[in-house]
Nanobody, 115 residues
Framework: QVQLVESGGGLVQTGGSLRLSCVAS????????MGWHRQAPGKQREFVAL???????NYANSVKGRFTISRDNAKNTVYLQMSSLKPEDTGVYYC?????????WGQGTQVTVSS
């Protein structure tokens, strides 16, 4: 199992940008998939984006064209660049990793977008 630590959250105005980072406790080059979910107050956790071992990416429709996920294997880090932020993007963002059927989650980082 891999430990994950997120950072980069904060308070930003509508239309602003943030970059989230997720640092893993070990090499990520062969981790099957890593990505981000988020949870808004009073709502269920939802998928945001993922990146696969082979470099593929996938995004929730609500963030396509605004968010970009990337991974730096040399730094054991996955990033989520968020632009054109909206109040509905507010929530706790969780990093996750799935490898051979075993999942790991970080503790989350708060993102608040003010209107």
């Amino acid at each position: 199992q891999v430990q994950l630590v997120e950072s980069g959250g904060g308070l930003v105005q509508t239309g602003g940008s943030l970059r989230l980072s997720c640092v893993a406790s070990r090499s990520i080059f062969n981790i099957n998939a890593m990505g981000w979910h988020r949870q808004a107050p009073g709502k269920q956790r939802e998928f945001v984006a993922l990146t696969t071992e082979g470099g593929g990416t996938n995004y929730a429709n609500s963030v396509k064209g605004r968010f970009t996920i990337s991974r730096d294997n040399a730094k054991n880090t996955v990033y989520l660049q968020m632009s054109s932020l909206k109040p509905e993007d507010t929530g706790v963002y969780y990093c996750y990793a799935v490898n051979q059927g075993i999942g790991s989650w970080g503790q989350g980082t708060q993102v608040t977008v003010s209107s």
